[in-house]
């Protein structure tokens, strides 16, 4: 071939085929996820250029204002009519902005503002050499018990990445419920997942136990990771595309234009259901369904409590949105073929927390199997396949949030010499020691049981209601058998609590901050606020049932 021939070749390669369309970006209609996302910046340079004495209410002042922000965001949006008329794809098609999407993202950032208000609690222990502590490792790098990380105790050092870290995972939270393609769902999950991971290995007390319940949640994780990009791949494979839109048209058998290269694979189901498989596994592995719920106690217990609590509501929130969105805008036209499948996998979640609940002697992995048995009723409501099943699952999800938080930020004011004072034996007579702690918590047990008058009774009665009407009436009756079996453990610490005699050498309710106390009041205030007078945010939430297609 001669060199005249080669550079033919190159020029008639190198001709303009048209140009390359730049892509658009809504910035207004993202904005609450790039506030988030801005600020974590920021606080990443605040770590390098803010001297070490003023870090910590820098972080805090900027993290707050910044959820505000976004908040605020999202509040603009919705009245915009973003949620409703004017509900679009935004960003290329990466990204759905409609009611589903911004009320997730609005109960996220409120819940992440009350959360956030237990990371930044520094009363609860001691003070150390003169300095206050918070939950967090002193110098997260230092290895534990060494003199590195004694230095940095008596030095006064403190953990101040927490909050660039918390809000690096609420960005990706704000995106996964909203993701329109796979690929925007995945790079969400390892943006909200990896900041998690490290979260959980920097509890002040007790590392070795948080350490150890990091690596077993990042091992875990990185299989449902693993899990959920095969199944990306494999969904490609069948439709020639990522966009939801595009997928759901190839399901039903819409779509119009084949692509000659892909002619081969196209339409082939078993593509289709093996990778739909293998995308649900890596979201029910999120939500903390049965069989995909082993890391939930480890981590629970090991994480520090803020982690927990913050982690426990948010990332359930944001994984079940993503689900919703994936059931029932790429897969309506698979129902008959998911929906068995989700309902043994919600009968089996619903159930076996229930029961293993009953065994627990430690109340954070009590709570851990609890948040596992409320996965499963909020199961129930997203197989029920109805606009009341979206409504009700969105209800559900903000109710079951504040009260987690809540929860969790209780369990941090039981101390001892210790720490916290999580086995189930310390709390006994905790009622005739602190009145006001113990009744705080036994209402927000009450919640979880779902008893008339708070937001547990709202939130599964709408649930179960939605799945009643979408024809899983089955359903309902294991859900009610489980919420009994459910009631006997929460009850069963509210007697310990209040009918137990307190022991001697039982543990001290430490007075917390306002900044705790805003978190606790917030909790009581919505449990009960839902429970009386629901309607109003059941209306809200069946407004914003309705995805964009």
């Known amino acids: 071939m001669s060199a005249t021939a080669v550079h033919s070749l190159w020029t008639t390669a190198a ?103 237990t990371f930044a609690e520094r009363r609860l222990d001691p003070e150390v050499h003169g300095n206050r502590v918070d939950s967090f490792a002193a110098q997260a790098a230092s290895v534990p018990g060494s003199d590195s990380e004694k230095a940095a105790v008596k030095a006064g050092f403190t953990t101040t990445e927490v909050f660039p870290l918390v809000l690096f995972a609420i960005t990706g939270m704000l995106v996964f419920p909203a993701a329109n393609d796979l690929l925007t769902l995945f790079i969400a999950l390892e943006v909200f997942s990896l900041p998690l991971y490290l979260l959980c290995a920097v509890a002040r007390r007790k590392r070795l136990m948080s350490q150890e319940a990091a690596v077993k949640y990042f091992l875990l994780g990185a299989f449902s990771s693993a899990f959920l990009l095969f199944g990306i791949a494999l969904l490609y494979g069948y439709a020639g595309s990522v966009s939801y839109a595009r997928i759901a048209e190839v399901v039903d058998g819409s779509v119009r234009i084949i692509d000659p290269a892909l002619a081969e694979t196209m339409g082939n189901d078993a593509l289709l259901l093996i990778g739909g498989a293998m995308i649900l596994m890596g979201l029910l592995f999120k939500v903390g369904a049965v069989p995909f719920h082993m890391w939930t106690p480890d981590v629970y217990q090991g994480a520090p409590t803020p982690v927990t609590g913050f982690m426990a509501a948010a990332t359930k929130v944001a994984a079940f949105g993503a689900l919703l969105r994936l059931l029932y805008v790429v897969l309506p036209g698979l129902r008959w073929d998911w929906r068995p499948v989700m309902w043994a996998i919600a009968i089996v979640t619903m159930l076996g927390g229930a029961i293993v609940a009953i065994t627990q002697t430690d109340i954070k992995r009590l709570l851990a199997y609890s948040s596992i048995a409320h996965a499963g009723f909020i199961l129930a409501g997203v197989i029920a396949t109805t606009p009341d099943g979206i409504s ?158």
């Open 15 to 117: 001709e303009p085929i048209g140009k390359i369309p730049a892509p658009t970006v809504e910035y207004a209609q993202l904005a609450p996820a790039l506030i988030v996302v801005g600020a974590a910046v920021v606080g990443v340079l605040v770590e390098a250029f803010v001297p070490r004495k003023a870090r910590y209410h820098v972080q805090v002042f900027l993290t707050v204002v910044a959820l505000l922000a976004a908040f605020a965001a999202v509040v603009a949006l919705a009245a915009g009519g973003y949620g409703t008329t004017k509900a679009k794809i935004a960003a290329m098609g990466a990204i759905a902005v409609d009611g589903p999407a911004l009320f997730l993202q609005g109960t996220i950032l409120l819940a992440s503002l009350v959360a956030v208000f």
């Open 392 to 549: 009700s699952v969105l209800f559900y999800l903000a109710a079951y949030s504040f009260v987690t938080i809540g929860a969790f930020a209780v369990v941090t004011l039981v101390r001892d010499a210790g720490g916290e004072a999580t086995h189930l034996s310390k709390w006994a007579g905790l009622g005739r020691r602190s009145p006001l702690v113990a009744a705080v918590f036994a209402v927000f047990l009450l919640a979880f049981a779902g008893i008339p008058l708070t937001s547990g009774f709202s939130g599964k009665f709408a649930v179960f209601k939605a799945a009643a009407e979408g024809g899983a009436g089955a359903l309902v009756v294991v859900g009610v058998i489980s919420s009994a079996i459910a009631a006997f453990f929460y009850i069963r610490v509210i007697v310990l609590m209040f009918f137990s005699e307190p022991k001697a050498e039982g543990p001290t309710v430490a007075v917390p901050s306002p900044l705790t106390m805003t978190t606790i009041a917030v909790g009581v205030a919505v449990t009960l606020v839902l429970g009386v007078a629901p309607q109003y945010f059941l209306d809200l939430a069946s407004q914003a049932g309705v995805f964009v297609r």
